[in-house]
């Protein structure tokens, strides 16, 4: 069974901040990944994913995240944050062979202080 | 735009009623899931479904049952609510790999 960790419930910054959220994965095969957004009272919203190719891989609203294999690593970038992105993010991950359902990490809570 | 839609946003019911969460969407997708988000543990997968009258358990099946009689259409029941299962319930449906959620369902059970 595939797992997803990810390391920060809850993340606080000032605006003009960068940003790294981490996100581990364990499964032995290959995988697809994902960045969800929820901002508050909206629904899941997909950030960016990686299915292949280029491991670095850019998203919505100035996100990016880079996939490193050797450390099951998917993490999420953003060189400066806005009060906007104030919001919870989810890490999550699919088998290729898994009909699409997704495994989920916990989230990070994002505050973003204006 | 793909388009999933949950028929309640807000619902309250009381311990040992039977519940019905609709979902619809409307891509013609073969895959549909139900989740419950609760808070610190993400999502986590109740049922999903990958064709008509398929289903197969996810994690945390205990409690819930499903309904897939039409392609576009996948039910989740909760047969005697339980408080524990006061949550947010997401449906979503995928296809070539990529998931799209409804707005979700706020169920309180008391």
């Known amino acids: 069974a595939q797992s997803v960790s990810q390391h920060n419930h809850h993340v606080i910054l000032s605006e003009a901040a960068s940003l790294e959220l981490g996100c581990n994965y364990s499964?032995?095969?290959?995988?697809?990944l994902f960045w969800y957004v929820q901002y508050p009272g909206q629904h899941l919203q997909l950030l960016l994913k990686y299915f292949s190719g280029d491991p670095l891989v850019k998203g919505i609203k100035g996100f990016e995240a880079e996939f490193i294999k050797s450390k099951f690593s998917f993490n999420l970038r953003k060189p400066s944050v806005q009060w906007s992105d104030t919001a919870e993010y989810f890490c999550?991950?699919?088998?290729?062979?898994?009909?699409?359902?997704?495994?989920f990490g916990q989230g990070t809570i994002l505050t973003v202080h204006p | 735009d793909v388009k999933v839609t949950q028929s309640s946003r807000y619902l309250v019911k009381r311990t040992g009623e039977k519940v019905f969460l609709e979902c619809v969407q409307d891509m013609d997708h073969e895959n549909m899931f139900w989740y419950r988000q609760d808070p610190g543990l993400g999502l986590r997968l109740i049922y999903f479904s990958y064709d008509v009258k398929m289903k197969e358990k996810g994690d945390i099946p205990e409690g819930y049952s499903v309904s897939r009689e039409k392609k576009e259409r996948f039910s989740l029941i909760l047969e005697s609510a339980s408080t524990n299962q006061t949550s947010m319930y997401l449906c979503a449906s995928s296809t070539k790999g990529t998931i799209y959620f409804g707005e979700g369902s706020w169920l309180t059970v008391v």
């Open positions: 499964y032995g095969g290959t995988v697809n």
């Open positions: 999550a991950v699919n088998a290729r062979t898994s009909y699409g359902k997704l495994t």
